[in-house]
């Protein structure tokens, strides 16, 4: 899931603000939060976590190596 450091640091930049980007909904303290209000079912972040791990092993996404030297979020 985004978010992380990498994420807080895009956040934190005066564009992002500026487009109404405050903040991620997909951070752990959020999806826990409506986890625990009853708003978002365990089994539904496991269904959809699922789906996307499977995407990304049928692609072989995970066959390729990945080096950390990418382009990051809004630095294209």
Do not use: Y
Request: aromatic share 6%; net charge positive; proline share 5%.
């Amino acid at each position: 899931m985004p978010g992380g450091e990498p994420m807080q640091n895009w956040l934190k930049k005066p564009k992002t603000q500026a487009a109404g980007n405050g903040g991620g909904w997909l951070v752990a303290e959020k999806v826990l939060a409506e986890i625990s209000a009853g708003k978002i079912s365990a089994a539904t972040i496991d269904d959809n976590v699922g789906r996307i791990l499977r995407v990304i092993f049928v692609s072989g996404q995970f066959d390729k190596p990945h080096s950390a030297g990418g382009v990051g979020v809004g630095e294209h």
